[in-house]
């Protein structure tokens, strides 16, 4: 679909989407990320999100076996991760939001340092549909009407199932 570019130290993938709600209504739904009231996290198809201190810099964590911390937070229009090394990712990832006309852009980019192949083959598509659930669920969230999202692709079920039976050994 597009979403991950080559860069010359390693990959960026973005994924946007125009949500009709005004920032502030956007961030009030991100900011419940990780916590019990979580509206945005698809946590009925990934693993949940955990931070160690909610969005706030210093907070660690991540999901599933993917370990990164919030660096920064910028009330109503940024949140930004550090990922973690030893989950085996190195890189960046975060949340932007910008008005438009009708509502919000919310703009989510992932960089990643000098990948490995099973980074680029298992983790990257992983995280595209990930994102795409999130965003679908942030949408439904703020234009308050009903989820609705594709079923999950045959390479997205097949990947996820690598990925339990890695985690088993």
Known sequence: ???????????????????????????????????????????DRWPRLRLSDGLRPGSDGGHGPIRYGVTRVEEGSALTFALDPAGGVSGWHGFTLAPTDAGTRVTHTLAIESPS????????????????DLLDQLAAAVEHRELTRSPQSLGVRARRALVRVSARR
């Open 117 to 132: 192949a099973t980074v680029i083959t298992v983790v990257v598509p992983l995280h595209d549909a990930l994102l795409e």
């Open 1 to 43: 679909m597009g979403w991950t570019t080559r860069t010359t130290t390693g990959l960026t993938n973005i994924h946007e989407r125009e949500v009709r709600a005004c920032p502030a209504e956007v961030w009030e739904a991100m900011s419940t990320l990780s916590s019990p009231q979580d509206r945005v996290w698809p946590r």
